[in-house]
């Protein structure tokens, strides 16, 4: 279908040609919006995982009532579809939602709240619904190492700064690894978000291609993008975990 006639409407039109691949470089729209998609997926999963990593160490060193609760608020944004995450952030964010009156009513502001369909918005958004997904990972791997290697280094002199970023870390970077990938595939690849919070003004991968589809009836242009998000998430994964890897083996061994 990709490799097909660019068409208007008809689903197949034949032929063989790779004008689709080159109209997303050639086309600044095409070619803004996957670096867009790219740039937002990255600094989402960064935020995501400065949040997860303090909140699953806060929970694997806790114990008892408290543990479980924080970790059932944490879990709590995967029992609710992103749909439903995105319509309720809608409430709260919109220029006559409850946080633009709050801050009206409060004096702070004085007309209405405009911070929806923002690069910044979405993309920070985007990070706080990926914050499971990390904090999931890297809880796994602290429960499995445990902290007796951690008390050691500060029985020895270390402080907990320390020891937490030179004993415990290059323990627990695979799960670090696991999780940042998985949530960075995920955030290219996010659609409620940046379709209901981000509009025509931050344009991502997965609203873009439904558009190309079913609004332009281009079938080879859009199942083109997709393919080449597809192999663009691979390829910067896959050279992630590389880097990652060859790091952590260079930070552990010593």
């Not at 873009?208 to 859009?222: F, V």
Request: aromatic share 8%; hydrophobic share 50%.
């Amino acid at each position: 279908m990709s490799v097909s006639e660019p068409t208007r409407g008809a689903f197949h039109a034949g032929g063989f040609n790779f004008d689709s691949y080159a109209a997303i470089v050639s086309d600044p729209a095409l070619r803004g919006m996957a670096v867009d998609s790219l740039v937002i997926a990255a600094a989402a999963t960064l935020i995501a995982g400065l949040l997860a990593l303090p909140l699953a160490y806060f929970v694997s060193r806790s114990h008892g009532l408290l543990k479980n609760t924080v970790m059932i608020l944490s879990l709590c944004p995967l029992l609710i579809g992103t749909v439903v995450l995105a319509i309720g952030w809608m409430t709260i964010l919109s220029p006559v939602g409850m946080l633009s009156q709050t801050l009206q009513q409060m004096g702070l502001i004085d007309g209405a709240l405009n911070i929806m369909r923002t690069h910044i918005t979405v993309t920070i958004l985007i990070g706080f619904i990926l914050v499971p997904y990390i904090f999931i990972t890297i809880l796994s791997s602290l429960e499995n190492i445990g902290s007796a290697s951690e008390r050691a280094a500060q029985s020895l002199g270390a402080s907990k700064a320390r020891a937490f970023f030179d004993v415990t870390v290059p323990q627990i970077m695979p799960g670090i690894v696991a999780g940042t990938s998985l949530s960075f595939i995920l955030a290219v690849n996010a659609y409620p978000i940046p379709a209901l919070l981000g509009g025509n003004q931050v344009r991502m991968a997965a609203p873009e291609i439904y558009n190309i589809i079913t609004r332009d009836g281009n079938w080879p242009q859009g199942t083109a993008l997709a393919i080449s998000m597809v192999a663009l998430t691979l390829i910067i994964s896959g050279l992630y975990g590389g880097l990652m890897a060859r790091r952590f083996d260079k930070w552990r061994n010593p």
